[in-house]
């Protein structure tokens, strides 16, 4: 049990937790925003919030590779590639909590990236639910691959600079 314990402390420093963060903050009585609010209801322990994270991990890469059984079934695929994706981007949430995740990805460096792929999911969503067009549902998918892939590039230092170069330097047409 205590290897297991320590395990855990390695994981929440990871993660930027304090160490000894096994109580929920004090409520800050002056507070009212929905964020703050919502934070002081999860009250997770960090063992929890590991299962939490794992558990949602798992769930949403096994919705994306099961997606691939339906591939040629754009609309089926869709649903599935996009609830896959969804449940792994939530999961991080279980690790560093959801106020930190949504400042996070409102943060400056990575705002545009994250509105690129949420308006690829809900752009996925509405072609595969809504229009039931498989080939506007396939484009939508390729769209929300490629936000996925800028949203993830966004968290590594400077890999979106270098993947743009390395783009740019491919498709350079210029002899």
Known sequence: MDTMNQA???????V???????SP???DPDSFSFMDDFNRHCTLSTKQ???????CLVAGLTCTLLSMLVFFNPVKF???FTFGNMLALGSTAFLIGPKRQVNMMLDPVRIYATALYLASIIVALFCAL???NKLLTLL???LEFGGLIWYSLSYIPFARTVVSKFMMACFDTEF
Do not use: S, W
């Open 49 to 55: 919030r590991f299962y939490g994270f794992v558990v």
């Open 25 to 27: 903050p004090p409520a």
């Open 16 to 22: 930027g937790m304090e160490v000894d963060e096994e």
């Open 140 to 142: 939508a998918i390729i």
């Open 78 to 80: 869709g649903i599935t």
């Open 130 to 132: 809504y229009v039931r």
């Open 8 to 14: 855990f402390e390695k994981v929440k420093m990871l």
